[in-house]
Nanobody
Framework: QVQLVESGGGLVQAGASLGLSCQVS????????MAWFRQAPGKERDFVAAISWSVDTTAYADSVKGRFIISRDNAKGAVYLQMNSLRVEDTAVYYC?????????????????WGQGTQVTVSS
């Protein structure tokens, strides 16, 4: 069984930076393509960023490209999301996700495991 636990959410002002972490535990925790999604109240869960297990491929949503950076440390079984120049519209619950096999994917249905989410609130 694979478990994902997010941390690092909080309340910040617009323009600030915030880092999220996701700890992956379970079998072969480094062998997964990892992603971050987010869901604002009343909206669908949207893709934010993804990274391949070999770290040679990343993908970003257009809305966060140039501001957010996804990274991972396979030795620690962790994936990170560094969020810079935060905007009010970045406010959402952020979810970490993992998929057993396959390439980086922007669709939530492609991912097999999910964390419980961490709230990020950006105030104006």
């Amino acid at each position: 069984q694979v478990q994902l636990v997010e941390s690092g959410g909080g309340l910040v002002q617009a323009g600030a930076s915030l880092g999220l972490s996701c700890q992956v535990s379970g079998r072969s925790s480094s062998m997964y393509t990892m992603a971050w999604f987010r869901q604002a109240p009343g909206k669908e869960r949207d893709f934010v960023a993804a990274i391949s297990w070999s770290v040679d491929t990343t993908a970003y949503a257009d809305s966060v490209k140039g501001r957010f950076i996804i990274s991972r440390d396979n030795a620690k079984g962790a994936v990170y999301l560094q969020m810079n120049s935060l905007r009010v519209e970045d406010t959402a619950v952020y979810y970490c996700a993992a998929r057993n096999f396959g390439l980086v994917d922007r669709t939530s249905i492609a991912y097999d495991y999910w964390g419980q989410g961490t709230q990020v609130t950006v105030s104006s």
